[in-house]
C-alpha cells in the first residue's frame, strides 16, 4: 500500500519533469482542447530549423530562439535536478522497504 502511494505521488511529480522536458501526451479524444506547454525540445528544434534555413550568419530571430532555448535548458535542469535530488530519494526509499519476495535466492546451486 505505501509503494503504491509513493508511485502515484512519484508520478504527479514527474509530470512536471516530462513537460519541461519532452512535453505531456496529448489527449487524444475528439473534442479535446489542444494543449501545448512549450518544452526544451521544441525551443531547441526551432532555433535549428531558423538557424539551417539561413544562407547568411544567425540574425536577431534566431539569436533570440536560441536564447529562449537556453532558458528553457536551464530551468527544465534545475526542475529535473531538484526531482532527482528530492523526489527519487523518496521513491526509492519506499520501494526498498517493500518486500514484494518475486524471486527465490539462488545463490546455492541447484541440485538435481
Same mark, same amino acid.
Given at each position: 500500500k505505501d509503494l503504491k502511494e509513493a508511485i502515484i505521488a512519484m508520478n504527479e511529480k514527474f509530470d512536471e519533469v516530462k513537460k519541461v522536458t519532452i512535453g505531456l501526451p496529448r489527449d487524444r479524444a475528439q473534442n479535446a482542447p489542444r494543449v501545448d506547454y512549450p518544452n526544451a525540445n521544441q525551443w531547441i528544434s526551432q532555433a535549428r530549423r531558423y538557424s539551417s534555413s539561413r544562407l547568411t550568419a544567425p540574425g536577431p530571430n534566431e539569436r533570440s530562439l536560441m536564447e529562449n532555448g537556453e532558458k528553457m535548458m536551464n530551468e527544465t535542469m534545475t526542475i529535473v535536478n531538484e526531482f532527482f535530488e528530492n523526489e527519487w530519494p523518496k521513491f526509492k526509499t519506499a520501494y526498498e522497504r517493500t518486500d514484494m519476495g518475486?524471486? #527465490?535466492?539462488?545463490?546455492?546451486?541447484? #541440485?538435481k
Open positions: 518475486f524471486f #527465490k535466492d539462488f545463490a546455492d546451486p541447484i #541440485k
